[in-house]
């Protein structure tokens, strides 16, 4: 296949990048500004501006551009960044996929805030629309793929807490978790999310030659609480886990409204649709995974 990439240098796009060009794929990287290399093609998602002669040579759509959700401090400001850089550029690709009538796969970005806060509640891909600025994000986010959905195949990428060395949440809790500082976040018993970033890429080429549509929770199997992923964390450098937790106030203070809607609430939700459409995890559990990450 050929694969038309945004987002291409955030740390899916480039891990994804790689892996289909081992794979024996083409891949075209669509950049902002001008193109710099033989693989690269111009669009501007701020002005919703994609042509779709770029599209004409292209299979399937892999779209991951936006701003990211924990780079800043939630200003109303940035909040609008957030919002803007994820509903422009998917309509941008939306529409010159629809205008093109080339692509027949469109896997575009999404993220595990479409749920809200889950609480306990072990939740798939049926579960409804929460509450919260991130989940009206993911709500617009996902309906900004509509001018392609008469047109081509469309799997929307809820992603969960990726595991990765350069990946900005486990990146800061090694550094806390290597000062012997790791201690659970808050009540420390919400549910997160995760997956190993080998997994995602896995996921994301398993979608591609499958007849995936609709919403994929691309997480692991086995979510864990904040205070055991904590635990794990600590004991993959290993460390102590540190005996206080950090309370809620001091992470709002810190983090503002993000801590909220990024850190306190809960999620704890299953691979179902991955599952069924017969993929198998490289790291299903945590230890292991985080051995293999670091």
């Given at each position: 296949m050929k694969v038309a990439?945004?987002?291409?240098?955030?740390?899916?796009?480039?891990?994804?990048?790689?892996?289909?060009?081992?794979?024996?794929?083409?891949?075209?990287?669509?950049?902002r500004g001008t193109p710099s290399a033989p693989d690269e093609r111009p669009w501007d998602p701020a002005h919703r501006r994609l042509d779709p002669a770029r599209l004409d040579d292209v299979d399937a759509v892999v779209h991951l551009a936006?701003?990211?959700?924990?780079?800043?401090?939630?200003?109303?400001?940035?909040?609008?960044v957030i919002l803007r850089s994820r509903v422009d550029g998917t309509t941008a690709v939306a529409e010159a996929i629809a205008a093109s009538g080339r692509p027949t796969v469109l896997l575009s970005a999404s993220a595990v805030g479409w749920y809200g806060d889950t609480g306990d509640r072990v939740t798939d891909e049926t579960g409804p629309n929460g509450q919260g600025f991130l989940a009206e994000v993911c709500r617009a986010w996902e309906a900004a793929t509509e001018p392609a959905q008469t047109h081509c195949r469309v799997a929307h990428l809820r992603t969960g807490y990726v595991l990765a060395k350069d990946a900005l949440g486990l990146a800061k809790q090694l550094r806390?978790?290597?000062?012997?500082?790791?201690?659970?976040?808050?009540?420390?018993?919400?549910?997160?999310?995760w997956?190993?970033?080998?997994?995602?890429?896995?996921?994301?080429?398993h979608l591609l030659g499958s007849d995936v549509q609709g919403p994929v929770n691309l997480v692991a199997p086995h979510p864990v609480t904040n205070h055991d992923l904590t635990a794990a964390i600590n004991r993959a450098v290993h460390r102590p886990t540190f005996p206080l937790p950090v309370p809620g106030f001091v992470l709002r203070t810190a983090l503002?409204?993000?801590?909220?809607?990024?850190?306190?609430?809960?999620?704890?939700?299953?691979?179902?649709?991955l599952q069924t459409s017969g993929f198998t995890f490289t790291h299903p559990d945590l230890d292991a995974a985080l051995v293999s990450v670091l």
């Open positions: 990439i945004t987002g291409a240098s955030g740390l899916i796009g480039a891990a994804l990048s790689g892996q289909l060009r081992l794979e024996g794929h083409g891949v075209v990287r669509f950049v936006g701003a990211g959700v924990a780079d800043k401090r939630w200003t109303p400001a940035y909040k609008d806390v978790a290597r000062l012997g500082l790791g201690a659970p976040l808050g009540s420390g018993r919400q549910w997160t999310s997956i190993t970033l080998g997994d995602e890429i896995r996921a994301i080429t503002g409204p993000f801590a909220d809607e990024g850190v306190l609430i809960g999620q704890r939700l299953v691979p179902a649709v």
